[in-house]
């Protein structure tokens, strides 16, 4: 509970904590969120499995749990860790999976404003290539943000179709609802943008996305500074905890606070573990919190969401 307590202090606030370490044969620093890792501990001994992806170097054991093992540096294009021995090894949660990944070294663990973290510069090179989705400085050094989501994703494909069950009731509520809707996404994911609009799109829905929570707030504000009300536009905001310039809680807290898009319905997507969820939703007053990504639950959270605006209307 006082784990808890110490990282729900820092929602609304617009803050986080990054675990930095480095890569073989480069001084570059990385960063990932420590929201999203378990331990940090010393590679132990791997056992190679036969047709597996060419980054996952084998399992390990991990207190009990058999956790595959993906080489980091491998991942994005560097060079494979070569001392496995002396590297490290941080075991992650993502998307309701754990994973581990083999790095050179770990240094340190400091604590950022959201709005420190940058999206990369437009046509910026960059040592991790594509997979980069975020940047900031520390001490004057450059610190990659890559986008552990597309590794995830890349190694180990998840399902992301829709329900033949589900696809069926959404269907019937819509044949039921002539009102076209209209969705605004904001997730700094490439990969998680494109799951959620390709979902959206199959049960006919139209989005807009944005990268991070300042551009969506920015919208919604322009749009209600013109006189429109975004809950009537919107049927709701799809949005990412962590994002550079502004995260999620942060997102939400502003549009709770300012009366105008107030009444819009938010619901947080994220990767991050279910621990701190129910006490995160009640401190920025989020409408739900559902884990990336399941399509039947984010297309039933957009289903119960038309069904409550219609028993309002109704009403």
Not at 40 to 53: A, D, E, G, R
Not at 70 to 93: H, K, R, T, W, Y
Not at 151 to 178: G, H, T, W, Y
Not at 190 to 209: F, H, K, P, Y
Request: glycine letters at 6%; proline letters at 4%.
């Amino acid at each position: 509970m006082a784990t808890v307590d110490l990282r729900t202090q820092m929602v609304g606030q617009n803050r986080m904590e990054l675990l930095m370490f480095r890569l073989t044969g480069i001084q570059q620093l990385f960063g990932i969120n420590v929201f999203k890792v378990r331990e940090v501990t010393q590679c132990p001994h791997l056992t190679v499995i036969p047709n597996s992806h060419p980054v996952v170097r084998g399992i390990a054991d991990f207190r009990g749990t058999a956790i595959p093992v993906i080489d980091f540096g491998m991942a994005v294009g560097c060079q494979p860790i070569q001392d496995l021995a002396n590297s490290f090894v941080i075991i992650s949660e993502y998307n309701r999976s754990v994973q581990a990944m083999i790095v050179h070294s770990v240094e340190r663990i400091v604590n950022l404003t959201w709005n420190a973290i940058n999206p990369p510069p437009p046509g910026a090179r960059s040592v991790s290539g594509s997979y980069l989705t975020a940047v900031t400085q520390v001490d004057g050094r450059l610190v990659e943000i890559i986008d552990v989501e597309r590794i995830i994703e890349e190694v180990s494909p998840r399902n992301q179709e829709i329900s033949k069950e589900m696809l069926k009731v959404f269907k019937d509520q819509e044949n039921a609802n002539e009102k076209k809707h209209l969705v605004l996404i904001a997730d700094d994911s490439m990969v998680a943008r494109n799951q959620v609009q390709r979902a959206l799109e199959t049960i006919g829905l139209d989005s807009i996305a944005v990268n991070d929570g300042k551009q969506a707030l920015d919208l919604l504000k322009s749009m209600a500074d013109a006189g429109k009300d975004v809950s009537e536009e919107f049927l709701l905001l799809i949005s990412d905890v962590e994002m550079p310039v502004m995260d999620g809680y942060t997102l939400t807290t502003e549009i709770r606070f300012d009366p105008r898009l107030k009444n819009l319905h938010v619901v947080l997507h994220t990767s991050l573990s279910g621990v701190f969820n129910e006490a995160l939703i009640q401190k920025v007053g989020a409408n739900n919190f559902i884990a990336k990504f399941q399509p039947d639950i984010l297309i039933k959270e957009v289903y119960d969401t038309i069904v409550a605006k219609q028993k309002k209307l109704n009403n």
